[in-house]
């Protein structure tokens, strides 16, 4: 993989986070991210409006914890296009305790919104083991 792509990745304000139900019907939602120590990435449930707390999100990782998270950049100069994704195993975890506020943390260094409204969680936690990517300047990928 090009060694920038997780800079890439690291760097992008939206993922979409793909999950599945537990009768295999694919779920996609974008989510604010960080990703920290370079294989571990957090995203919270956060304050934004949403009509249920129970997420289907939170019930796909329950019942299947394997999850991809998506970035890309397009753009209409077609030579400039690229994307990257990571595959790793999601958990769930809460925004309280010294794990949890490490999380917060580190999300709230990229999201400043968070200083001011923290996410009431619960957080997901992604151990990254696979990355994958591609891009017009370097179009080889395993994808």
């Keep these: 993989m090009d060694p920038s792509a997780r800079d890439r990745f690291a760097a992008a304000r939206v993922a979409r986070l793909a999950t ?10 974008p ?15 956060d304050g934004k409006p949403k009509t ?3 997420l289907w999100r939170l019930r796909n990782i329950t019942a299947n914890p394997r ?5 890309d950049s ?6 400039t296009l690229w994307w990257v994704r990571a595959d790793g195993l999601a958990t769930i975890a809460p ?7 490490a999380a917060v943390a580190v999300l709230a260094r990229k999201y400043p919104q968070y200083l001011t409204d923290p996410p009431p969680g619960p957080l997901i936690r992604v151990e990254i083991d696979r990355w994958v990517s591609w891009s ?3 179009p080889h990928t395993d994808a």
């Design 74 to 79: 397009y753009a209409e100069d077609w030579s």
């Design 67 to 71: 999850v991809s998270l998506l970035v």
């Design 20 to 29: 599945v139900s537990e009768d295999g019907r694919p779920h996609l939602v």
């Design 52 to 54: 249920t707390r129970a």
């Design 95 to 101: 925004v309280t305790g010294e794990e949890g506020a």
């Design 136 to 138: 017009a300047a370097t």
């Design 31 to 45: 989510v604010v991210f960080a990703v920290d120590a370079g294989e571990v990435l957090w995203t919270a449930v």
